[in-house]
């Protein structure tokens, strides 16, 4: 499942708190093998244009580099490497649930 970072039922932002509890029912359904990526930004190409994430596309393509350490999971993540990580989930089954964006691009970076 794809799911956001900041995912989180009690949040007072709608968007996450939407997201944290979709994670919740899903994750209620105790289905085997069931994974809840949490990328931050995506980027990729896209059929519409949307100015907010251009200029956060910009703007994270400068700021990348910087997010290292504990901040490197904020780092904007290429939808064809969340496509990727989950291709590798689904092969090998790890006993974690949840990822977030450093760990996805981990993943994603399995199968390049």
């Not at 085997?32 to 910009?58: C, H, K, M, W």
């Not at 904007?76 to 090998?92: G, N």
């Amino acid at each position: 499942v794809i799911s956001s970072m900041g995912a989180d039922p009690q949040s007072s932002i709608f968007y996450n708190r939407t997201k944290g509890e979709m994670e919740q029912a899903v994750l209620g359904q105790a289905i085997e093998n069931t994974y809840i990526l949490q990328p931050s930004l995506i980027v990729g190409d896209r059929n519409e244009a949307r100015f907010g994430e251009a200029v956060g596309n910009f703007v994270f393509k400068l700021i990348n580099p910087l997010l290292i350490g504990g901040v490197k999971k904020y780092r904007s993540i290429e939808a064809d490497t969340i496509a990727k990580a989950l291709l590798f989930l689904a092969k090998t089954q790890p006993k974690e649930h949840t990822f977030t964006s450093d760990k996805i691009q981990e993943l994603g970076d399995n199968l390049t």
